[in-house]
C-alpha cells in the first residue's frame, strides 16, 4: 500500500465532507447579516424581490462552487484511492 496515497485520501474525505459545512455556514451568517442589516430598509415590494433575487443569486453561486470543488475532490479520491490500494 502506498502512504502517500493513504495521506492523501485522507485529505480529500476531509475536504469533501468540510466544504457544503462551511460552505453552508458561511452563506448562512451572510444571509442572516444581510436581512439583520438591510431588511428593515426594505420600502416597498420591489426592494423586497431585488433583495430576495440577490439572495437566491448569492446561493445560486455558492452551490455551483461547491459542487465543482465536490466534483473534483471526489474524482482525485476515487483516483487516490486506486493508487494506494494497487499492488
Do not use: Y
Request: hydrophobic residues 55%; charged residues 15%; glycine residues 2%.
Amino acid at each position: 500500500m502506498n502512504r502517500k496515497a493513504l495521506i492523501a485520501v485522507g485529505v480529500l474525505l476531509a475536504i469533501t465532507i468540510a466544504t457544503p459545512i462551511i460552505a453552508l455556514a458561511t452563506t448562512l451568517d451572510k444571509d442572516v447579516d444581510d436581512i439583520s442589516f438591510q431588511g428593515p430598509n426594505l420600502a416597498d415590494s420591489s426592494q423586497l424581490n431585488s433583495f430576495i433575487a440577490d439572495i437566491e443569486a448569492d446561493h445560486s453561486a455558492t452551490l455551483t462552487l461547491v459542487l465543482i470543488i465536490e466534483a473534483i475532490c471526489i474524482a482525485l479520491l476515487a483516483v487516490s484511492i486506486w493508487i494506494a490500494i494497487k499492488p
